[in-house]
């Protein structure tokens, strides 16, 4: 079966979906996106991307495309036509086709609008929890304003990148201080020697990344110990376990930071203990 693709407007075959070659968001990066699981047929944590899909518009000051309750709907079309089980949807939302000019287009022109979805094997996904994931730092190197889901990724491109020539999976940015912001897609987080769990505020530095919002309820509700706050690489060095969080990977195991083993090699208790919760947790709506 050929995979569908909605394009402003329309459900066209994917090998066949395009967008004006004067869209902003392929001339200037001038869009947002959200990436949302898929299990079981529906979408995971839908209210909550569309949530930040709003907060990064408005930040950008593009008009959204269609109503709320419209854009879910495309999303679940999507997911239907594509006939995914287990997978990811993807929505895209650029500023428009307007002549190639840096200043706003006038107010008339009407925002782009992509979506696919696609399956992923959650076999492979929890195996590579059982096994965990090695992680690179790199230095930090983006905008500030990495709060907002824009589409201009280029520099965690090259940090993924990075990440695989390195023959691991993640790049941790490391700021001028010291401290670990977050993963080139993914949210960083130690264990320390005392049992607390350390991560990021989720201020301009980082994105406030849904699965992570998620895991912070999951934590109150446990009565688990947290800190939001830096930390810094050679924490990171000597944590008791350490993980990344994404839509796409749910909670996942580091074992091993530029080369050095956390904690005694292998994915700790806390951090599987929480995949499960978080499994759990996070009901596809």
């Known amino acids: 079966m050929s995979r569908i693709a909605y394009v402003n407007g329309r459900y066209v075959p994917h090998r066949e979906a395009c967008v004006h070659i004067e869209d902003r968001g392929y001339q200037f990066a001038d869009g947002v996106y959200e990436v949302c699981e898929v299990r079981g047929s ?18 950008l000051q593009i008009h959204s495309p269609m109503s709320r309750s419209a854009l879910e709907l495309v999303l679940q079309e ?32 009407r925002p782009g609008i992509v979506a696919t979805a696609r399956s992923v094997d959650p ?9 965990g994931v090695s992680v690179i730092t790199v230095a930090e190197n983006r905008w500030p304003r990495v709060d907002i889901k ?3 990724l280029l520099p965690n491109v ?6 695989r020539e390195a023959g691991a999976f993640e790049a941790w940015f490391v700021d001028a201080s010291g401290f670990v912001t977050e993963g080139s897609s993914t949210n960083a987080w130690i264990v320390t020697d005392k049992g607390t769990i350390v991560t990021r505020s989720a201020d301009a530095g980082i994105l406030k990344g849904v699965t992570r919002t998620a895991l912070l309820e999951i934590l109150a509700d446990g009565g688990w110990v947290l800190e939001e706050r830096p930390f810094r690489v050679e924490d990171a060095y000597v944590a008791r376990e ?3 969080t994404s839509a796409t990977q749910a909670v996942l195991p580091v074992v091993r930071i ?3 083993a956390v904690g005694d090699g292998t994915p700790g208790p806390v951090a599987m203990r929480l995949r499960r919760h978080y499994f759990q947790h996070s009901e596809p709506c």
């Open 42 to 59: 529906r979408l995971v944590d839908a209210a909550r991307h569309l949530d930040r899909l709003d907060r990064s518009l408005r930040a």
């Open 78 to 109: 999507v997911v239907r036509r594509n006939r995914v089980v287990d997978g990811l949807a993807y929505l895209q939302v650029t500023r428009g086709v307007a002549p190639r000019d840096h200043g706003f287009p006038p107010d008339n022109i």
């Open 123 to 131: 076999t492979r996904r929890a195996t590579r929890a059982q096994q």
């Open 150 to 152: 824009s589409i201009a």
């Open 158 to 163: 090259l940090a993924k990148q990075a990440a």
């Open 242 to 244: 350490a993980f990344v």
């Open 258 to 260: 530029d080369g050095r």
